[in-house]
């Protein structure tokens, strides 16, 4: 109980002095709070209480969305802390996380009641491709609720290109993980079993972030690859919570990449692996 209250109090501004952290201490509302990029938290939360009414009816009622491990979620601090998650949809995977942060805000782990749009977890942040979110307004706006914008080195529009790796990237997601929670899908697509990329490991040698990790299962079945349009109802939306784990600095990149791979449940099954040894024979 006290926990959940903690979560409503007002934190020190950082980064800045006088009449703004005076007034940080006594921000219930959260009104001039600013993420890392000096966007203000309070435009956030409105577009999450604003998208969150038609998202909530898509996940929780047009379909039936289940919540494993959300325990997990009860004990952790509120800094630096990274989600990786395998990916089936553009969008629906990730408003389906943020529908859960803002619940467990209000110490809800199990099941979602919508009262906690009214006053939404704001510090969560998630890595999404710059191409993705520039593609049209429903985009553009999802970006204002805490896209960390990259540009991907190895594919755009659909097509697999080659160009220099966006070095800005990993930058802004430390400065994400310095703020608050974020989610990656480190996968890159949303292609089941595709490889995961070693900016991933990275990262995690880089900040030592507390990792959770994260299967989801079923939103390729309900939505379309943007995860904005229906394919079928009644889907069992599932969202896994695994336990907290920690990386030593003595692990390798190959490592890394080689434990997410496996913890998020995406490394090719055998039979998938003798098929695709096959064609590539044939």
Not at 59 to 84: C, M, R
Not at 225 to 253: A, C, M, W
Request: charged content about 20%; proline content about 5%; hydrophobic content about 45%.
């Amino acid at each position: 109980m006290l926990k959940t209250l903690k979560n409503f109090l007002p934190t020190s501004a950082r980064n800045s002095s006088g009449i703004w952290k005076a007034l940080s201490y006594l921000d219930i509302l959260g009104l001039f709070q600013r993420d890392p990029w000096g966007n203000f938290l309070f435009i956030k939360r409105l577009i999450i209480f604003v998208a969150g009414w038609p998202t909530y009816w898509r996940i929780a009622v047009a379909n039936k969305l289940t919540i494993e491990g959300g325990e997990h979620l009860k004990n952790l601090p509120n800094e630096n802390v990274l989600f990786i998650s395998n990916h089936q949809t553009y969008f629906a995977d990730v408003i389906t996380f943020y529908h859960i942060f803002c619940a467990a805000k209000w110490g809800m782990f199990r099941k979602l009641i919508p009262i906690y749009l009214f006053m939404p977890r704001g510090k969560t942040f998630y890595v999404a491709a710059k191409e993705t979110m520039k593609s049209g307004f429903l985009p553009k706006m999802f970006s204002l609720a805490g896209a960390i914008l990259v540009e991907r080195s190895w594919r755009a529009e659909g097509k697999n290109v080659q160009r220099e790796v966006d070095t800005s990237a990993a930058d802004n997601v430390t400065l994400g993980l310095n703020a608050g929670w974020v989610v990656t899908f480190p996968q890159g697509t949303t292609s089941p079993y595709a490889p995961i990329r070693k900016g991933t490991a990275h990262l995690i040698k880089t900040n030592k972030p507390i990792i959770v990790p994260v299967v989801i299962d079923g939103f390729r079945r309900a939505f379309n690859k943007t995860g904005l349009s229906y394919k079928k109802r009644n889907v069992n939306l599932k969202v896994r919570f695994k336990e907290p784990i920690f990386f030593h600095d003595h692990q390798s990149l190959e490592e890394i990449v080689d434990i997410v791979t496996k913890i998020i449940e995406q490394n090719v099954p055998e039979n998938i692996a003798e098929w695709r040894e096959d064609n590539s024979n044939s």
